[in-house]
């Protein structure tokens, strides 16, 4: 069982950072793989970056080099940084078991890069 809220998201301009941080409910979270997501208007939800419960990481092509997954297991929660920012990162961005599941899913939080 698991819940998650996602926050940090905000309005940035091109090149701006941001951190994105995701709080888990539940005991089992160190177990669990997670997901960032993001769903752009009009597009589907694709998955930007991961992290195993051993702190294997992975990237979608199109942030790699610019945004980090982190995990800090005593704090049930997970991070994105988001770095050198583009417009096309624009988005709700949620976090998830990886691969997701579907009654996890929480509200998101927005990032806008937009000058």
């Known amino acids: 069982q698991g819940q998650f809220v996602e926050s940090g998201g905000g309005l940035v301009q091109p090149g701006g950072s941001l951190r994105l941080s995701c709080v888990a409910s539940?005991?089992?979270?160190?177990?669990?793989?997670m997901g960032w997501f993001r769903q752009a208007p009009g597009k589907q939800r694709e998955l930007v970056a991961g992290?195993?419960?051993?702190?294997?990481?992975y990237y979608a092509d199109v942030v790699k080099g610019r945004f980090t997954i982190s995990r800090d297991t005593a704090k049930n929660t997970v991070y994105l940084q988001l770095t050198s920012l583009k417009p096309e990162d624009t988005a709700v961005y949620y976090c998830?078991?990886?691969?997701?599941?579907?009654?996890?899913w929480g509200l998101g939080t927005q990032v806008t890069v937009s000058s």
């Open positions: 992290i195993s419960s051993g702190g294997s990481t």
């Open positions: 539940g005991s089992f979270f160190r177990l669990y793989s």
């Open positions: 998830n078991k990886n691969p997701p599941v579907t009654s996890y």
